[in-house]
């Protein structure tokens, strides 16, 4: 399945408020698995390459090498070609559960405007047998590269990568067919999703808007505040054995309607009605405080374990996991308190990481019912949890320090993630922590905008991405006693072209529960790009996944 190919030029919209740097998606989740894919090691079937047809020699003029000092040239044959097989059974995990990518990229020229450059890139199987292809086509150039980018997701079954090197000479005496800094790399993506969903109340439409490319997510509405979930396609369950979905409202609405959603399962939720044992959305609403269901538009992630990503499922006593993936080793959960106001608040430590200066934990409710999870980020040393965050579920009639014991889903998102663009945010709209040189704006009482530049010097909207948002403040007023706790808020965004001054922006809205008013407050963000990639930090990404 083609994901992304060619160059890419975003719609330029103009912004003078805030801005946001937001860090080039650059795939660094493995080193280049190509050898040689330069030339600049001859011979070529010494080093990395078969030749099928003799005669492959290197250049190093008309035109100039992309890099170093030298590139591949096809000889003198009518037709050539040379292609070189990867083995990626190192990925067979997260191949085989449709979450594994590959780039290909590179630089194809010519003399003149006759013969003809061309890549082939085949997924293929243990028989040898071709899945998936991305082909760049025959192209002509005279003497000046043409970069092509491709990334496509691993078929099921996919063992082997051949690269395919295929020169055409309509022309003269040499087959000019030429090739350059050629790559594959492996990238690990979580997939992203906005979803539409009507009407408010009774059965809904549930559509999805805009995912990560190719990527083949798969929403129903099963019934009133209920939407089951399936990737790759209708057919198959995401399941909570592998790994953890995030999700928010992204719908801004006036204080009476508004809403909120869990991500249930059959670990957090036995015996639920699930899509073939697989997650679910839950959306209820705060009018009159009642906790009925009813239907609100969404936006997910879905970060698998087999990438790397750190997470899991809290049981309800906050004892232990229900399933979880990656967590350092010695990594607890606990009560903060055992009994009184406090009960219900778990202390969430993942060993050697501290919770202000080392990344961001994104936490949902796994209930089926009208629950709303926050992760308090702690700022005091002397607070008992100093080093752990501090979660807790309210219901959403509940108000401060009346927390609600059951299951909770999270996801820790380092800082060093290659392609973040996000971080903690204070409650009047400082940097307690990020990366990327972002400013965000508080807008008003609970209303915070975010501004992200694209890659092409425009700006980003609701057709680029999602916000992953967790509130994140802990109210401390010293070492024990009544007034210290998590902050009672609920969280939710929808882009605004209207926002700052008519350029456009995310906007993101905080409510103090129970009322569902608005109310400044401390979270966490992180921008998820539809055809961009968020990589974990760390070795090849193949073969770490860990359930307890």
Not at 185 to 193: D, E, G, N, R, T
Not at 197 to 224: D, F, H, K, M
Not at 406 to 434: A, H, M, N, R
Request: net charge negative; aromatic share 10%; proline share 3%.
């Amino acid at each position: 399945m083609t994901v992304a190919s060619g160059l890419r030029v975003g719609a330029l919209k103009v912004a003078a408020v805030v801005v946001v740097l937001c860090l080039a998606s650059v795939a660094q989740a493995s080193a280049d698995l190509l050898v040689n894919g330069s030339g600049e090691l001859s011979p070529f079937d010494e080093n990395g390459w078969t030749k099928v047809t003799d005669g492959w020699a290197q250049r190093s003029s008309a035109p100039s090498p992309v890099d170093g000092s030298a590139y591949f040239s096809a000889g003198t044959n009518a037709t050539a070609e040379l292609y070189q097989d990867i083995d990626v059974s190192a990925y067979s995990a997260a191949i085989g559960l449709g979450h594994q990518l590959f780039t290909f990229a590179g630089y194809l020229a010519g003399w003149g405007s006759d013969d003809m450059a061309r890549v082939v890139v085949e997924y293929r199987d243990s028989g040898g047998g071709v899945l998936s292809s991305y082909d760049t086509g025959d192209l002509t150039s005279s003497q000046a590269w043409l970069y092509r980018e491709n990334t496509t997701l691993a078929p099921a079954n996919t063992t082997t990568i051949r690269v395919r090197l295929i020169s055409t000479k309509n022309a003269g005496t040499n087959n000019d067919g030429y090739y350059d800094n050629l790559s594959l790399v492996a990238l690990q993506a979580p997939m992203a999703a906005r979803v539409d969903v009507n009407p408010r109340s009774g059965t809904p439409t549930a559509s999805i808007t805009n995912q990560t490319t190719g990527a083949n997510l798969w929403v129903g509405g099963g019934n009133e505040g209920d939407f089951f979930l399936g990737y790759p396609g209708d057919s198959v369950p995401i399941l909570q054995s592998n790994g953890v979905i995030i999700a928010n409202c992204n719908e801004l609405t006036s204080r009476t309607d508004r809403g909120g959603v869990a991500v249930v399962g059959n670990s957090s939720w036995p015996g639920g009605s699930s899509f073939n044992g697989g997650m679910w959305i839950a959306s209820f609403t705060s009018a009159g405080n009642t906790g009925n269901e009813d239907n609100y538009d969404f936006s997910f992630g879905w970060f698998p374990y087999t990438l790397g990503w750190i997470g899991g499922h809290i049981n309800a006593a906050g004892t232990g996991f229900d399933g979880s993936g990656n967590l350092p080793a010695g990594s607890t959960v606990s009560n903060a308190v055992s009994g009184g106001v406090h009960e219900g608040e778990y202390l969430l430590t993942l060993d050697g990481i501290d919770p202000r200066t080392d990344g961001m934990l994104f936490v949902v409710d796994g209930r089926n019912g009208d629950n709303v999870a926050v992760a308090g980020v702690p700022s005091l040393d002397t607070i008992e949890g100093s080093n752990s965050w501090h979660i807790a579920a309210f219901d959403e009639s509940a108000n401060f320090d009346t927390y609600e014991q059951g299951q909770v889903s999270f996801l820790y998102v380092p800082y060093s993630t290659e392609g973040l663009c996000g971080g903690w945010i204070g409650s009047d709209g400082t940097k307690k922590e990020s990366r990327g040189e972002f400013s965000v704006t508080r807008a008003g009482t609970g209303q915070y905008e975010l501004v992200i530049p694209d890659d092409a010097g425009g700006y980003h909207d609701d057709g680029d991405g999602i916000l992953l948002l967790t509130v994140a403040k802990l109210i401390e007023n010293g070492a024990t006693g009544d007034g210290n706790g998590v902050d009672d808020n609920a969280i939710a965004w929808a882009y605004d072209a209207a926002a700052n001054g008519g350029d456009g922006a995310f906007v993101v809205e905080t409510y103090d529960l129970y009322t569902w008013g608005d109310q400044d407050t401390e979270f966490v963000f992180a921008f998820v790009r539809y055809d961009g990639l968020l990589d974990v930090p760390g070795p090849p990404l193949g073969t770490i996944f860990v359930v307890r």
